[in-house]
């Protein structure tokens, strides 16, 4: 009899399948910290002001100008080694970490602390693409949905615990620009052991690509015709560009709620006298959302089992599995929107957190099926530059929900259609689902 657990996760018994997996785990909290001191550098400190037009800005600064860059650096991601990009971008993050954690001790909020801001996040996103161009290498394909599920997950999940560590630290300590300082220096160990664990992957070329290192210039040179070649072979698959539609719309609901909860837990929930208790609070419903994001990746290591799922040609039945993930993940949308209107119209803590939880839930189902979409139908030459360009797709679609939701107006007029707002994204993000399922269930009948 199968054991669709052990099978699910049998990947992990390849060494260089843990050390990528270790190196996001690290990474990622790392960065979890980093943002958590951030946000209360930023956002919470008592004398600055929670203007939902400043917030858009900040997140603009911060996102923007990487989501324009990020689909060049794809290029490189296809011809640099991704093992090298792993060791050394994490090492760069280290300097950039300490360099933020000296200004944030000075208590700057300057325009030195948005360009070391911008570096660090970019080169995390540089390191996020990296990672998941090159988890075909370390796992079968027969196993790539479930380490999909598996490994942003676990991910997001060291991102989120290392910012719930770093909130109590703020609340059992003190809430002073020290303490955030020292929060920034913890990241930067952090990371600095993700690209210790980096070194330990073996062969140097494991990771690929499996292509003669140009030079700089030739690169540089190439760059354009490469992401060309990039949205090409993107466009050309329509599995591909739906399942990447589908998690932007998603994240522009998202964005809307962040900046949403960020001001009831600023304005409503709390006054400028108790910005610790806000900070609690706005972690409490970050939290929510990276629980559902957990859950559905545990749900769908049971939607993916082995239990009855093999092709007709004889395989490993795994296009077919990922038939119950989009049968999955079109309900969960559906059922999103529904708690996204009611949790609007509530607005205490719990219909928030509530509304963040299904949206994490969705959204992780999302994109779990983008991610594995990409690695199947997209060549390991081209692959990089697709996952930069959905890199691109996703930090835009947050900043526009952002920006979006914040010039409609205050936090009471952006209720009702803020509500209206996500429920119509939802519902977007629905239909491309159920068009994703119709598709896969008709070609698995042409088997």
Not at 2 to 24: I, T
Not at 111 to 118: D, G
Not at 275 to 287: N, R
Not at 418 to 429: E, P
Request: aromatic share 6%; glycine share 8%.
């Amino acid at each position: 009899m199968n054991r669709p657990s052990a099978r699910s996760f049998s990947f992990l018994r390849h060494a260089n399948a843990r050390e990528l997996l270790g190196a996001r785990i690290f990474g990622q909290a790392g960065d979890g910290l980093l943002q958590t001191a951030l946000a209360t550098f930023v956002l919470f400190s008592p004398q600055r002001e929670s203007d939902p037009r400043k917030i858009a800005l900040a997140f603009g600064i911060l996102l923007l100008p990487y989501s324009i860059v990020a689909p060049f650096v794809g290029v490189f991601i296809d011809r640099w080694s991704r093992r090298t990009i792993l060791i050394r971008a994490n090492l760069l993050r280290v300097v950039t970490m300490i360099a933020i954690a000296v200004v944030i001790a000075n208590s700057s909020a300057s325009v030195i602390l948005a360009v070391l801001v911008l570096i660090s996040l970019g080169v995390n996103r540089f390191v996020q693409a990296a990672l998941s161009a090159s988890l075909p290498h370390v796992v079968d394909e027969g196993d790539l949905v479930p380490a999909n599920a598996l490994f942003p997950t676990l991910g997001t999940t060291a991102a989120s615990l290392a910012a719930a560590l770093g909130i109590a630290t703020q609340n059992i300590l003190e809430n002073s620009d020290a303490i955030n300082a020292g929060l920034v220096i913890a990241g930067s160990v952090l990371a600095g052991i993700a690209s210790l664990i980096a070194l330990r992957i073996t062969p140097k070329d494991i990771l690929g690509p499996y292509l003669v290192e140009s030079a700089m210039r030739d690169e540089f040179k190439n760059a354009l015709s490469g992401l060309a070649a990039g949205f090409k072979y993107m466009i050309r698959s329509g599995r591909t560009l739906s399942s990447m539609s589908a998690v932007a719309l998603q994240r522009w609901a998202f964005g809307a709620l962040t900046v949403h909860t960020l001001l009831l837990s600023r304005n409503s929930w709390h006054t400028a006298s108790t910005a610790d208790q806000a900070v609690l609070d706005f972690g409490l419903c970050a939290g929510a959302a990276a629980t559902g994001a957990f859950t559905a990746a545990i749900l769908s290591t049971f939607l993916l089992s082995d239990r009855a799922d093999k092709t007709k040609s004889g395989s490993d039945g795994s296009p077919h599995r990922q038939v119950h993930l989009i049968a999955a993940m079109t309900v969960a949308t559906g059922l999103s929107a529904v708690v996204c209107f009611v949790g609007y119209q509530i607005g205490t803590l719990p219909a928030i957190c509530a509304t963040a939880a299904s949206l994490g839930f969705a959204g992780q189902l999302l994109k779990i099926n983008a991610d594995t979409t990409i690695q199947r139908t997209i060549d390991d030459a081209h692959r990089g530059r697709v996952f930069s360009i959905f890199d691109m797709m996703i930090n835009i679609s947050l900043v526009l929900g952002i920006t979006t939701y914040a010039l409609i107006g205050g936090i009471r007029e952006n209720i009702n259609v803020g509500a209206a707002y996500s429920v119509v994204l939802l519902s977007c993000s629905t239909g491309l689902a159920i068009f994703l399922l119709r598709k896969y269930r008709a070609n698995q009948r042409s088997l």
